[in-house]
């Protein structure tokens, strides 16, 4: 745990203190059940344990499978911060943005981050993503947004790591992706909404 509580603090700038599932539990608005708070705490854990055994692999032009992993979790990890922090910018103002992200830096430097963490509003926030590699992120529906550039990363890790497990990765995400808008139509049809959204 102290690795990750580093990470997060080197991230805010500050030293390390807090615990991350400490900082996780003074979230009041965003996550009001010790159910949720819990399984947030732990997808960041698992994510960032994850990126540690992806940097611990061993570099060689002849195994692509560190290559093509870094590049799908690490972007995945950015846009995954970018979307927590615009959800806290435009719906929770008051939270502390820190305590929700994934201690990983991939394209977005930590100086990026913080930029994004500590601008006053959502509006500033966006101007600061449009001077970032991921500048051609829409905000007027982020999360198909995301869910179209993991589409194109994923497509591309294949391309570029042919004998990678990119390809199975890329099979396993659009599983995903169909299971969700199956859930979201049959959503849709039983409460007759017809504005729930499906990520293509």
């Known amino acids: 745990m102290d690795h990750i509580n580093a990470k997060i603090n080197a991230m805010r700038g500050k030293p390390s203190g807090q615990s991350l599932e400490e900082e996780i539990k003074r979230l009041s608005l965003f996550i009001c059940d010790a159910k949720t708070r ?3 705490y732990l997808e960041s854990k698992d994510i960032f344990e994850a990126w540690s055994f992806i940097k611990s692999m061993p570099f060689s032009s ?3 499978n560190r290559q093509a992993l870094r590049y799908i979790k690490g972007t995945e990890i950015d846009l995954q911060n970018i979307l927590r922090i615009y959800r806290l910018k435009r719906y929770y103002p008051e939270e502390e943005v820190f305590a929700h992200l994934i201690p990983v830096c991939y394209k977005l430097s930590k100086a990026m981050i913080k930029q994004m963490a500590e601008s006053p509003g959502a509006a500033e926030f ?6 970032s590699p991921y500048a051609h992120i829409s905000f007027e529906n982020i999360e198909l947004s995301i869910a179209q550039e993991m589409r194109r990363v994923y497509s591309r890790a294949t391309k570029r790591y042919p004998r990678s497990v990119a390809g199975l990765m890329a099979y396993l995400f659009t599983k995903k992706l169909e299971m969700r808008n199956l859930t979201a139509k049959e959503e849709a049809t039983k409460h007759e909404r017809g504005d729930l959204l499906c990520l293509h």
């Not at 966006?126 to 001077?131: E, L």
């Open 38 to 40: 819990r399984l947030l």
């Open 62 to 64: 002849n195994c692509p």
């Open 126 to 131: 966006i101007v600061a993503v449009k001077h």
